[in-house]
């Protein structure tokens, strides 16, 4: 009689063993070596790309008991000597089981270093038997694949030697593990350097030639050990490594989707340290098309691919124009169309369109045109905090366009909203990267600025120039600063209300410069324009201004001081009030006093900082102003005009027509005698 699906199913739910009862099998001191043995066959197969089994055996204690089993059957047949079926079976299903853990899961990786596995597994390596060999190395290898592993002490004791003799080692497994521990773990360039010279990067060419196993661990090794060493490349592409160089580019046809992968990764981790190399058009173009063939992969090697992508096209143009040309955008928004992508996919594709936008207006046109704006949006709210940093970093990127940010392309409400959201996200990257986007954003020329402040969004920007991370405060008072640049006086009402004067003041006088720095360009656009925005930095007893010259005076870094130079620039070109303030500030009315520090900033190397000393001296003496004979007077006796004389062919253009400027207007209200 047949049985139905829903019979069927049934049966086999009651044949599967209740997790408590296998659990139960494997701390018990009173099973035998079959019982236990049993079970942790049947754990295997039930843990087995199972996150949700995993997580429910983890929180059941199974990890420690299957360590423990494991332990004590090492310990059982290093006695007895010699080869023991039965202690090698437990061994081998309980290295199984603790890799079945740390596959792909951090929570069981985790686990599994807590339960003190790694050194047992370690020992393994050296067992008299091949199976148990294979089965230590396989588990270690998965846990070394994740960022949670302790990094390898290529320096400790004989540490180098052990991992020497792992790659010589006949058994692929092994090779691959010492492989695996050289890619988690090479991180400096000191490091880099000792495994070159001790022979390790020839011995991972000689294995390119070996297993599919052998060749890709180590193209994935050489990619960390070449990685942004310049030096360690050109022995590697050096006459003592033969043709390692073509042999990796030979690898980019290989059958295996995964080994063409990693040579790709190899190659472009040795172009983008040494640009000179790989510079034929042919080899660059091959590069961009593989790496797309490689994204149709529906496994881990489809995920991987657009990152790959993304360290190829970042930061050159060259590429990324080779890439527009190869309609890469075009096929990164036909997957992003299909949808339900896995997370890690949909990161790697927006951090590549976010490349690919980074500096031509032609890319972020085509991507627009593509309807992508939407696509980046619904991805703010995706479950990934990865995923919805990267949609805010394509955001940022393609929101460069002058052209569409005149057009207030991104400056409505479907965009607005889910950016300002993401400004209260538990994750600091989301945090960091939404900052990001809105900064771009509201530099937005049109009025539609007050869009964004009737969202809310300068309140949530005010909070967070309050934060304890300055990486945060530092994006946000920049945000501010975009969101001040060329705005009407009654939008720099409602941002100040909102930021109040206090506050600023406390961040032109941060801790961390960067802060400094982006606070006084704060101040230098709110000061900008009509005299009603410089009225601003004279109220509270002129705290904000007196903030700004401190800061001139006793800055370590010139990037805050050229900043708080502009904002006093910009309060000389006020009225009369204005112009004594600045003047009283920068050349205090003191009997034998110290020389100004415009004389220093007019001889400063930064041509900025000299551009924006004199254009202040422009400023104070405009013709037109009741009060510049004067100042210019006092400014003469300050030595003032034998400097102007000593700038008049300054390299720099700006700086040589404010210094002409100030010049003749300071020659025109006097006899121009020092």
Not at 450 to 459: A, R, S, W, Y
Request: charged share 20%; aromatic share 4%; net charge neutral.
């Amino acid at each position: 009689m047949p049985t139905s699906a829903a019979a069927s199913s049934s049966s086999e739910n009651q044949s599967r063993p209740v997790p408590e009862d296998l659990v139960g099998r494997l701390s018990s001191s009173m099973a035998s070596y079959e019982i236990k043995l049993k079970a942790l066959r049947d754990l295997k197969n039930q843990i087995i790309g199972n996150r949700t089994k995993k997580l429910a055996f983890l929180k059941l204690g199974a990890v420690p008991s299957v360590v423990s089993i494991l332990s004590s059957a090492t310990a059982a047949a290093s006695c007895r000597g010699g080869y023991d079926d039965n202690l090698d079976s437990i061994i081998i299903q309980s290295a199984a089981v603790i890799g079945s853990f740390a596959c792909g899961f951090d929570a069981g990786v985790q686990a599994v270093l807590d339960a003190g596995a790694l050194p047992i597994l370690l020992s393994l390596i050296s067992h008299q038997n091949e199976k148990v060999v294979d089965a230590g190395a396989r588990s270690l290898k998965l846990i070394y694949q994740s960022k949670l592993a302790p990094k390898y002490e290529f320096f400790k004791d004989q540490n180098l030697e052990f991992l020497l003799s792992l790659l010589n080692c006949k058994n692929e497994n092994v090779t691959g593990l010492g492989a695996c521990v050289i890619t988690h773990s090479c991180r400096t360039s000191i490091e880099q350097r000792a495994l070159n010279d001790a022979g390790v990067v020839r011995k991972l060419i000689s294995l390119l030639g070996g297993s599919v196993i052998q060749r890709d661990s180590s193209l994935e090794s050489l990619a960390a050990i070449l990685k942004e060493n310049s030096e360690v490349i050109l022995k590697f592409v050096g006459p003592e490594n033969g043709r390692a160089l073509n042999d990796v580019i030979e690898l980019t046809k290989d059958k295996h989707p995964r080994t063409r992968l990693l040579a790709c990764m190899c190659l472009v981790v040795i172009r983008n340290a040494l640009p000179s190399y790989l510079q034929d058009l042919q080899i660059k173009t091959k590069l961009v098309l593989i790496l797309l063939e490689l994204l149709d992969d529906p496994g881990q090697v489809g995920e991987e691919a657009p990152f790959v992508l993304s360290s190829l096209i970042v930061g050159k143009e060259d590429m990324q124009r080779l890439a527009f040309q190869e309609n890469v955008i075009d096929k990164l928004c036909c997957h992003l169309e299909k949808g339900s992508l896995q997370a890690k996919r949909l990161h790697g594709i927006f951090l590549a369109l976010a490349d690919l936008c980074s500096r031509l207006e032609s890319c972020r046109t085509k991507l627009l045109s593509l309807k992508a704006l939407q696509f980046m949006v619904d991805a703010m709210s995706h479950d990934s905090a990865e995923v919805r940093a990267a949609a805010c970093i394509c955001l940022k990127n393609v929101s460069r366009s002058v052209e569409n940010l005149s057009a207030g392309t991104f400056m409505n409400e479907s965009v607005i909203n889910p950016v300002v959201q993401l400004l209260c996200d538990t994750s600091t990257s989301v945090q960091v990267a939404a900052l990001g986007a809105i900064s771009n954003v509201v530099v937005d020329f049109m009025v539609q600025k007050t869009t964004f402040i009737q969202f809310g969004g300068v309140k949530q920007l005010v909070e967070l120039s309050k934060s304890m991370d300055s990486t945060i405060r530092m994006n946000a008072v920049c945000a501010l600063r975009n969101l001040m640049f060329l705005v009407s006086d009654r939008c720099k009402e409602a941002i100040l209300l909102e930021l109040t004067q206090s506050t600023l003041t406390s961040l032109i006088c941060d801790p961390e410069a960067s802060v400094q720095e982006q606070a006084l360009a704060l101040v230098r656009n709110l000061v900008d324009g009509s005299t009603d925005g410089i009225r601003h930095v004279f109220a509270d007893n002129c705290s904000l201004l007196r903030a700004v010259v401190r800061q001139i005076q006793s800055a370590s870094k010139v990037e805050v001081v050229i900043q708080g130079m502009y904002v006093l620039t910009n309060v000389a070109s006020g009225d009369e009030l204005h112009k004594e303030a600045v003047m009283d500030e920068l050349f205090p009315t003191l009997p034998g006093g110290p020389q100004s520090i415009v004389i220093k900033f007019l001889q400063s190397n930064e041509s900025q900082l000299r551009t924006a000393a004199a254009w202040t001296l422009v400023n104070l003496t405009l013709p037109n102003s009741s009060g510049s004979f004067g100042r210019a007077v006092k400014l003469r006796r300050a030595g003032i005009i034998s400097q102007l004389k000593n700038m008049m062919n300054d390299p720099c253009l700006d700086v040589k027509l404010r210094a002409r400027t100030a010049f003749g207007q300071m020659m025109t209200l006097g006899d121009g005698s020092p």
